[in-house]
């Protein structure tokens, strides 16, 4: 319970805090437009003026950093978005530090010029967006191979743009733009518009992952039995909040949305004829996620592949089998092909074993015996108890079927198994009670062509026959 509280009281001063920040980024929006005086800048580095800019900034670093430290205590949370794994790698060391210098910029402007510091404000700037951005996309997509690759473009985007303000050259670049224009839908577009668009397409998509994430990890925090229920909620309400955000990112751009009726047209015959399965696929995830008819945990077998469900999307399934390795399950073939799930309606799960003994033995005063000797063993169940049934006259012996029940078939079946064989083999034993050996006869002709029988030997003791 206080860990819940603790992360509540933390959502909402995360979002105090970047409400904080927006507004003192449109305050300081028109103080700092303007491109660095690279020449100030080198002859301040040679001054106390510049000393004393540097020294500024290092304390910001620092008590930004003190500031986080104390603010985290002492939990840990690998994919938060603003702490981070090491404090620095998260959001909210670098937006505190780039406040704390934007706030010692404007103090320090009335006594002196502050090139240094007004280099560190738009670094800070594009190292809180890259920071923010890059833990947003892991949280979103924490199993993504194509993440690093995100990434990296994401970040040399944002440098470049931060080297293009720094030298002047951007507000040069956008007239440039601004003046390729071409017709789309009706409406006149320029590629100033189209990049301002995509800019604000990304930024409201990353708040809708940003706060997707925080809806899912609400909706999941403290799920055992409805977890499948609340994860198709979680789903649903990120498919609804990226459309939402991507109609509003478009209105917001300027791009009219009915420019877009000929490709919606477009996806849509796409959809019908190239994307069925995908859209199949995606149809039965909502379906098996509502019906609840597989859920996380489950053991099931499917397609002869035989594990336990570890995961379900909304295109696939993940099954785990117990030797590790994991199945890629398209929804469809759940919904279509038939699945055995040993835990859909009771995780009991009924395992046999057989073992032979020799013809003369007291099966009347055996068959109890190994009854309790099964259910002595670890992991069987007392109820349904353990039965011991004669199956078979076999050419060598009683052929005894052994029958047990267990609960936990994701722990595996072979291992339960071969410790009742264990059981039953060392119970044998102490009573004497053999286990035969395979009996044949051998005829072979003598010297005068007469046949000769040699019975086989009498079984002798051995690592099974006591």
């Not at 300081?28 to 800019?53: E, F, M, N, P, Y």
């Not at 390729?180 to 990049?195: D, F, I, T």
């Not at 909304?314 to 919904?335: F, H, K, Q």
């Not at 109820?383 to 052929?399: H, I, M, N, R, T």
């Amino acid at each position: 319970m206080g860990s819940t509280t603790r992360t509540g009281h933390d959502d909402t001063r995360q979002w105090s805090l970047l409400a904080a920040a927006a507004l003192v980024a449109l305050a300081a929006r028109q103080a700092h437009a303007a491109a660095i005086d690279l020449d100030a800048l080198q002859a301040s580095l040679t001054t106390l003026d510049g000393v004393l800019q540097l020294g500024t900034i290092a304390a910001c670093l620092f008590v930004s950093w003190a500031v986080v430290r104390l603010w985290r205590g002492a939990e840990v949370e690998a994919d938060s978005i603003w702490f981070g794994a090491r404090i620095v790698d998260g959001a909210l060391f670098p937006v505190l530090a780039w406040c704390a210098v934007l706030a010692a910029a404007w103090a320090l402007e009335r006594y002196m010029r502050t090139p240094i510091l007004d280099l560190a404000v738009p670094l800070l700037l594009g190292l809180a967006v890259l920071r923010g951005s890059v833990r947003v996309l892991r949280q979103a997509f924490p199993e993504s191979r194509y993440l690093r690759i995100v990434e990296r473009t994401f970040s040399w985007l944002v440098w470049f743009a931060a080297v293009l303000w720094l030298t002047g050259l951007l507000p040069r670049l956008l007239e440039a733009m601004d003046t390729v224009r071409w017709q789309m839908g009706g409406a006149e577009v320029s590629l100033r518009s189209l990049v301002e668009g995509g800019l604000s397409v990304l930024v409201v998509l990353l708040g809708m992952l940003w706060l997707s994430a925080l809806v899912e990890r609400r909706l999941l925090m403290g799920a055992v039995d409805n977890i499948s229920v609340r994860k198709i909620a979680a789903n649903a309400t990120r498919a609804v909040l990226l459309l939402v955000g991507l109609l509003v990112a478009l209105s917001a751009a300027g791009i009219p949305l009915g420019a877009l009726g000929v490709l919606s047209g477009a996806v849509g015959v796409g959809i019908g004829f190239g994307l069925q399965k995908l859209a199949s696929n995606y149809v039965s995830g909502f379906v098996i996620l509502v019906e609840r008819s597989l859920r996380i945990g489950d053991m099931v077998k499917v397609d002869n592949f035989e594990g336990h469900v570890t995961d379900i999307k909304t295109r696939y399934t993940v099954i785990r089998a117990l030797n590790g390795r994991e199945s890629i399950v398209p929804n469809e073939l759940l919904v279509t092909s038939r699945v055995e799930n040993a835990s859909f309606a009771d995780s009991k799960v009924l395992v046999s074993t057989a073992v032979q003994v020799e013809y003369g033995t007291d099966l009347d005063a055996l068959l109890p015996q190994l009854a309790a000797c099964i259910g002595a063993t670890p992991r069987v169940l007392a109820a349904p108890a353990p039965v011991v049934l004669l199956s078979e006259f076999a050419a060598d012996g009683l052929l005894l079927t052994m029958a047990f029940w267990i609960d936990d078939p994701e722990n595996g079946q072979g291992n339960v198994r071969s410790a009742v064989n264990l059981a039953v083999l060392a119970h044998l034993r102490a009573l004497g009670v053999r286990i035969p050996y395979p009996q044949r006869e051998v005829r072979y002709l003598g010297i005068e062509g007469a046949a000769i029988v040699a019975p086989s030997p009498p079984p002798t003791a051995g690592p099974s026959g006591g």
